[in-house]
Each structure stands twice: as structure tokens, then as C-alpha cells.
């Protein structure tokens, strides 16, 4: 089944404890990218990678890192995590950043 | 970078009835996507209209795209309590290194 698989679902840490997001697709798509949502804010873009060692920032990408070292995952890391990054994450895939994506069930993330 | 934003942000219809929600942006795009998000989980593309395009069909949904107004509409038809959730549409600029960009949404609420 061609799917966005992200892990964990849930996430309770404190404030200062590393953390790493890790997503992977089985569909062979180029494109990956982290995206927060947040109450009337909408989805908004942390980083975004348009092939394996590309990788570039979206919207709101401090206090955020990412890797591509291979094409299936893109995980999202937090090196240093505040309560201002205490939000709902969705990791997506595409062939390409103008085609359809496919999104993971979410990440929710609170930081104490 | 918002480009898309919806309108109305919240609509709440009888089970029958149709449901509108209507999506402007700003630059000119390759294409939008329509997206639904059933509460706290991943999004689901819905349809995807080429900026070529003036409307197009999936089921009970329709979409129209007036390029000349920079906007788009969603028609839902006959709908149903299942339809409960939040619809987003996804503009993809035509020009830049601007990747696929998320409005906030409408949150729709279809009382049985």
C-alpha cells in the first residue's frame, strides 16, 4: 500500500531535549516536505526536499533541521525544542513540488 | 508565503444540502489542488485543475477555476455528514522556486 508513514504519532518532551521526527514513503517520490499546523494559521512549511542532498527552508524552518540522505525519508529534527514548536506536523510526498501530495497521518507534538 | 485563502473559513449546512467554499489567490499558477482533512489527521487530495482548465468533476464534488479572477470554487453536492471536515486548497505558483502553498481552510460541519 503506497503510503507516508510518520513516527511517533504522539510526543510529549521538554523544553531543550533533542527529538527527531522520522518520515518515510514507499512511492518513490523526489519531492518530501514537513509542514506544522497550527490553530487558525493553517499549514505552513518547515523545509522541504526536492531530491536526495537537496533540501531547502519553507516558511517558518528555525529551530528546525532536516536530512535527505536517501530518497524514502526525510526526517524532521528538533535540536533544541520550545514551546513555540508545540503543534500538529505533517510530513508529505510528491513526485514533484507542483504535483498531488500525499501526506502522513500526523505528529503531534507538545513541548513543556 | 499564504497565496491560497478560503472563504467562507467556517459553513455549517443541513445533510442534502450543497455546500460552496471558494478559494483566491494571488500569482499566477500551474495549478490548485483541493484538499480535505478530517479532524487532526493527514490531508487527502481531493482534485487537481490545470490552470487550462475551467472545471472538472470527481463524484459529488466540482471544481471551477477562473483564472482571470484568481479564484476557485468547490461545490460539494447532496452532502452528507461524512463531508464534516476542513477543505484547503493548494496553489502551485507557475513561475519561482515557490513550492505548492496551503490556505488556512474552511471548516465545514454538515448537521444530520
Known amino acids: 500500500e503506497a503510503q507516508v508513514t510518520q513516527n511517533p504519532r504522539y510526543l510529549i518532551t521538554v523544553t531543550g531535549k533533542k527529538l527527531t521526527v522520522t518520515c518515510s514513503q514507499n512511492?518513490?517520490?523526489?519531492?518530501m516536505s514537513w509542514y506544522r499546523q497550527d490553530p487558525g494559521l493553517g499549514l505552513r512549511q518547515i523545509y522541504y526536499?526536492?531530491?536526495?542532498?537537496?533540501?531547502d527552508k519553507g516558511d517558518v524552518p528555525e529551530g528546525y533541521k532536516v536530512s535527505r540522505k536517501e530518497k524514502r525519508n526525510f526526517p524532521l529534527i528538533l535540536e533544541s525544542p520550545s514551546p513555540n514548536q508545540t503543534s500538529l506536523y505533517f510530513c508529505?510526498?510528491?513526485?514533484?513540488?507542483?504535483?498531488?501530495?500525499?501526506f502522513g497521518a500526523g505528529t503531534r507534538l507538545s513541548v513543556l | 508565503s499564504q497565496q491560497g485563502e478560503e472563504d467562507p473559513q467556517a459553513l455549517s449546512i443541513q445533510e442534502g444540502e450543497n455546500a460552496t467554499m471558494n478559494c483566491s489567490y494571488k500569482?499566477?499558477?500551474?495549478?490548485l489542488q483541493w484538499y480535505r482533512q478530517n479532524s487532526g489527521r493527514g490531508l487527502v487530495h481531493l482534485i487537481l485543475?490545470?490552470?487550462?482548465?475551467r472545471e472538472k468533476h470527481s463524484g459529488r464534488l466540482r471544481v471551477t477555476l477562473d483564472t482571470s479572477k484568481k479564484s476557485s470554487s468547490l461545490l460539494i453536492t447532496a452532502s452528507r455528514a461524512a463531508d464534516t471536515a476542513s477543505y484547503f486548497c493548494?496553489?502551485?505558483?507557475?513561475?519561482?522556486?515557490?513550492?505548492?502553498?496551503f490556505g488556512k481552510g474552511t471548516r465545514l460541519s454538515v448537521i444530520a
Open positions: 485543475i490545470r490552470s487550462n482548465e
Open positions: 508529505a510526498s510528491s513526485f514533484d513540488d507542483r504535483n498531488i501530495q500525499y
Open positions: 500569482t499566477s499558477i500551474n495549478n
Open positions: 512511492m518513490n517520490h523526489e519531492y
Open positions: 526536499s526536492m531530491n536526495v542532498e537537496v533540501t
Open positions: 493548494a496553489t502551485a505558483p507557475s513561475s519561482g522556486n515557490t513550492p505548492l502553498v
